[in-house]
C-alpha cells in the first residue's frame, strides 16, 4: 500500500521523475552517456555554488562521505559531532583507519566556530568534517562563520555533509571555501536514493595525489580522470541520472530563489504549528533546520500511536525520532517538492490526531 511520506528522506518522488528513469537502457561509455554528463554538469555546478566538477557516485552519501576521509587525511581528521549522523562521521574515519579527532557538542547545539579554531589551532589536522543540516536533531550549523575560521588553516581541508540542506537553501560551495561538498539523491532533490553527488576542489585533488590507501571505488583522481571524458569510473545509474536530469529542469524552472523560499514558507507553516499546539523545537530557533523540523515531545505524546493513527487515517507518515532521541522527538520533513497545499493537509492531519492522543 502507498502513503505519503514526510520524513526527512527518502521523500515523495513525481511522477515526471519516474518517468524520466523509464529511458531504455544504454551503454554507459557511448556518445549518448557523454551528452547526458555534459548536459547535467553545468546545472550541477550551479546548484554547489561551484566551478569545480561535481562527480556521480553510484551509492548512498556515505560512499562519498567515506571518499572524502580516505583521499584527503594524511594526518588526522577533525569530526565535528551534534548529532547522529556527524557522529557517524567519527565512526567512517576510524573505520577507513583514519586517525580521528572528535569535538563533541550537545545534540541539537550547533558546533561553536571558537571550538573549531582552538582545536585546529593545535596543528595536529589536515582535515575535518562538518555537518551542515544535521538531521537527527533538525539543526543547521552555521556553516558560513565555520568555513571563516577553517579558511585561516590553509593546511586543512574542509569536507561539508549537506545531504539534507542541498537545494533547499542556498549553498555556494567557492565563496565559502568549501574543499569537497557532498550530497545525496533521496532528500530534497527528491529522488530515489541510490545516488550522491561530490564536488571536489583543485587543492583535495591534490591533496588526494599524495595520499595512500584512496582505494578504487572512491578514488577522486579516477573519478575526475573520467569526469574529464565525461564518464563515470564505473557502471552509473542511468536511471537515476535521467531521473536527476528531469528533477533539476524542475529546480530550474522554478528558479533558485523560488525554491529556497518554498523550503523557508512551508518550514515557517510546520514551525507555526509546533507553537500552537504547545509543542517545542529541538534545536534553538535560530539554528532550526529548514528542511525539516525535529519537534521536542513536551506533550508526553505516545509517538508511535501518533504515527501509527496518522498512517491509518491519513495515509501519511512522519518520522517518530532517531537515535538517542527516538519518542522524546519527531520529525517532520518539507523539503523537496512540498507545497503550501500539502503540507497544509499535513498538519490539518495531525491536529485531528492529536485531538484523540
Known sequence: MSYKLYIPGPVEVSAKTFQAMTIPMYGHRSPDFVALYQRIQSKLQILFGTGDPVYLFTSSSWGAMEAAVRNVTQKKVL???CGAFSDKWHTVSLNCGKEAGALRFEWGLPVDPEAVALELATGQYDSITMVHNETSTGMMNPLPELMAVVRNFPEVISVVDAVSSFSAVPLDKDALG???????????LAL???????????????????????????DFLNFHQNHLKSMTP??????????????????FKEGLENR?????RLNAMVHDWVERNDLALFPRKEFASKTLTCVENTRQIDVPEFISLLKKRHNCVIDGGYGKIKGRTFRISNMGDETEDTIGKLLDNLDNILVDI
Open 260 to 264: 529556497y523560499a518554498r523550503h523557508t
Open 192 to 218: 530515489p536514493p541510490g545516488l550522491a553527488l561530490c564536488s571536489v576542489s583543485q587543492r583535495a585533488r591534490d591533496r588526494a595525489s599524495t595520499t595512500s590507501g584512496r582505494g578504487f571505488y572512491f
Open 234 to 251: 564505473s557502471t552509473p545509474s542511468l536511471a537515476l541520472i535521467h531521473g536527476l536530469e528531469s528533477k533539476l529542469e524542475d529546480i
Open 79 to 81: 569530526n565535528c559531532m
Open 178 to 188: 568549501i574543499d569537497v561538498l557532498l550530497t545525496g539523491s533521496q532528500k530534497a
